[in-house]
């Protein structure tokens, strides 16, 4: 575990590229064609999920998946995905969405 964290952490490039993705990814997620106007709280739930990414892909697989680790690997992804969904459900959409909970479902 001590090589991970003694090694850089990322490149230069490795940033860049991240943060071009993340913008791409981000515009693809946020904007609508019927909706074309942004909102603050798209960034606030894509930050949820580019976060999550984050913590999968520059910490646990290197700490678990890389290592031959599987079973904890899947443990520590299953509970990373299950706190966003926490966060976005039980914290970030009655900040954002407060009287709109069970209104109305479209299906």
């Known amino acids: 575990m001590d090589e991970i964290f003694n090694k850089k952490f990322m490149s230069i490039r490795e940033v860049f590229f991240q ?46 998946y890389y290592r031959k680790k599987y079973l904890q690997f899947f443990v520590f992804a299953l509970l990373t995905i299950a706190g966003v969904i926490l966060i976005e459900e039980l914290i970030l959409e009655k900040i954002y969405f407060p009287n709109t909970r069970g209104t109305s479902f479209p299906g």
């Not at 960034?43 to 580019?50: D, E, G, Q």
């Open 19 to 64: 943060v071009a993705l993340h913008l791409l990814v981000f515009t693809f997620y946020s904007f609508d064609k019927n909706d074309p106007q942004f909102e603050f709280h798209h960034v606030v739930f894509f930050f949820n999920y580019a976060l999550a990414n984050f913590s999968i892909a520059y910490l646990l697989l290197p700490l678990f």
